[in-house]
């Protein structure tokens, strides 16, 4: 099976920074994209930013500027650098990674448990 497993989140005053971690492991024959999201209470994850195994980066237009997402294949991992300005960058931040495991043809999607994010008033 597949696990990802983020960190780096935590409580951070507004025009601070924080960079987030996730990993990916387990029987993985091919990483084709990883991504980052967010979600609050009640609402469906956000897509924040996304790369895939090319190297195609793609962000929401709430993050351009102020978010960078960067990819390490050889470690299937993904960062985001997060420039925090805002208090609505506060939420659970949710690694996804589009996966081909070695016993299957198919690919799917996976999810970390979640790193949380506050931003201090």
């Known amino acids: 099976q597949v696990q990802l497993v983020e960190s780096g989140g935590g409580t951070v005053q507004a025009g601070g920074s924080l960079r987030l971690s996730c990993v990916a492991s387990g029987s993985i024959e091919s990483v084709l994209k990883m991504g980052w999201y967010r979600q609050n209470p009640g609402n469906e994850p956000e897509p924040l930013a996304t790369?895939?195994?090319?190297?195609?980066?793609e962000y929401a237009d709430s993050v351009k500027g102020r978010f960078t997402i960067s990819g390490d294949t050889a470690k299937n991992s993904v960062y985001l650098q997060m420039d925090i300005q805002r208090p609505d960058d506060t939420g659970v931040y949710l690694c996804?990674?589009?996966?081909?495991?070695?016993?299957?043809?198919?690919?799917?999607?996976?999810w970390g448990q979640g790193t949380e994010v506050t931003v201090a008033s």
């Open positions: 996804n990674a589009v996966i081909r495991t070695l016993d299957s043809v198919y690919q799917r999607d996976y």
């Open positions: 790369v895939t195994g090319a190297g195609l980066i």
